[in-house]
């Protein structure tokens, strides 16, 4: 900075730390109802401090479920979150890689057409086509099934846009290499293209992991069996039973849960979240 | 910028487009041109026939007032989520930008809630404010003021706004971040060596260059409220209390399923998707002169 003083610093901490604070208390308070029984939560006078229902709480919410809503123990819950976000992640990289391979490194009719198809669907987030593409997936026979969960949600340009772009700053002289050397295709994807994308893949994974993880309306559409919840869902259908018989502990037990794969995903790989993230805005 | 070498293959390119290409006309052009379809459409109430109706359900909504009621709630909350989220990202990444020792520590320490999902964001602040049990409710009873969000519509709609910038802050504070730290210091140095202070130098150099940032941050945040909100609203308010949180997309959704109207429901989604490739014709449009400062 071009001058340097001491309050300033004082000042910038204070306004950091205010804004992490801001940040982190919805999330304290959930964790905090988490470790008390349903009785202190819904008093309204929940104290601030940790309680000693913790394990109790986590227990029952995971293997046994909520005994007011019979609903399906979280432990399924996170299956199904985990079996759809990694669809969703690699499904899209796969479909997404090979369609920005073929319109980077090859030459063929309707080439400039093709990328515009797929080009478009940035524009239009499956919330607003949501009845028709429910139809169409109920048509498919669909519904209720990880198929359903996945695939119209890697129907995106996102992913191929990003590969498209990481192709075209490879030198040329790689491929111009490897043909000297006899490579057809598959061996200079295999050998050459796919180690060089390791870290946009990784990225893209990240960014595509969140983004599946914290699905909503879809999942919500499509599912009607208990069996097939995400945990996103789960939480808020543990909340609207009738408000005042909501197991608030076990229902912020849940949200817990459902928040720290992708916070841990955030935290433990900064890097790659934040290039994924610049780079799919792009 | 082209590849000029390239491999000669007749068959194997479109297999390669194959698996995207089918999922597209799947999942997005058939559903998309079925609801372009539906909207001229008008359905029996059993859904058995339906008979051809041409711009019938475009005008019935238009002749709805609950539709503009939910355009200015969608207005209304845009602009403040928008507003607020990037002005308070905006203060916290002018501090983190200052060479501060933790400055690594408190950007972790502010990125995470945008892996919060929507719906879960919207049920850690319910809970916070619950007419009857939140914690924060408690002081705002006790300062005798009414506070409920369950019956009171302008009450609902702050606590959404709250939520949707809570979850949004991050993700504007990162970009904001990184526009901040590509100024470079040397026209700072200059506006000090004029006798600028820090405050002058904010609004006359930084603001001005960041404002690429600010547009494109915009537009993301408009879309953001637009459809990502949507988990908030039903987890939170379920779009009440008497529709004072019902926004353009929360509409569809209720129409579609609680009223069954898909005819309407259908035209109401078309004249979204014009919004929203208007949106995104704009956001392109600015990306094309991004690096002219």
Known sequence: MVEHRPLNDIIAYAILTLGVFIVAFPVYLALIASTHDAATVVSGNMPLSPGDQMLENYYRAVFIGGARTSREPVAQMLINSFISALGIALGKIFISMLSAYAVVYFRFPFRKTAFWIIFVTLMLPVEVRIYPTYKVVADLKMLDTYAGLILPLIASATGTLLFRQFFMTIPEELLEASRIDGAGPFRFFWDTLLPLSVTTIAALFVIQFIYGWNQYLWPLLITTQDSMQTIVIGIKKMLYTTDELAEWQLAMATAILAMLPPVAVVVFMQRLFVRGLVETEK | ?293
């Open chain 2, 1 to 293: 910028m082209e590849k000029s070498v390239v491999f000669n293959s007749k068959l194997l390119p479109y297999l390669l487009l194959i698996p995207q290409l089918i999922i597209t006309f799947v999942f997005f052009y058939w559903p998309a041109s079925q609801a372009v379809w539906q909207s001229f459409l008008r359905e029996d109430a059993f859904g058995l026939t339906s008979e051809f109706v041409g711009l019938e359900n475009y005008t019935t909504l238009l002749a709805q007032p609950e539709y503009y009621a939910a355009m200015m709630v969608t207005v209304v909350f845009s602009s403040l989520v928008a507003a607020l989220s990037l002005s308070i990202a905006l203060l916290f990444a002018t501090q983190a930008d200052k060479n501060l020792k933790a400055a690594g520590a408190y950007k972790t320490l502010m990125i995470w809630p945008y892996a919060v999902a929507p719906a879960v964001a919207g049920v850690l602040w319910i809970f916070m404010f619950h007419p009857s049990l939140g914690t924060l409710a408690r002081p705002l009873r006790f300062m005798n003021f009414d506070w409920n969000p369950l019956l009171n519509g302008n009450h609902a709609m702050a606590l959404v706004v709250m939520a949707a910038v809570w979850k949004q802050i991050s993700y504007n504070f990162l970009f904001f971040l990184a526009g901040l730290q590509s100024i470079p210091k040397s026209v700072l140095e200059a506006g000090a060596i004029d006798g600028a202070g820090p405050l002058r130098r904010f609004w006359t150099i930084t603001f001005p260059l960041l404002s690429p940032t600010t547009f494109f941050l915009l537009v993301v945040n408009v879309v953001y409220v637009f459809f990502d909100t949507f988990g908030i609203i039903d987890a939170v308010t379920g779009g009440g209390p008497a529709g004072a949180t019902t926004t353009l997309v929360y509409k569809v959704f209720a129409d579609g399923r609680l009223g069954g109207d898909l005819g309407g429901s259908a035209a109401q989604s078309v004249i979204l998707m014009i919004i929203v490739i208007a949106l995104t014709a704009i956001q392109f449009k600015y990306i094309e002169r991004k690096v002219q400062y």
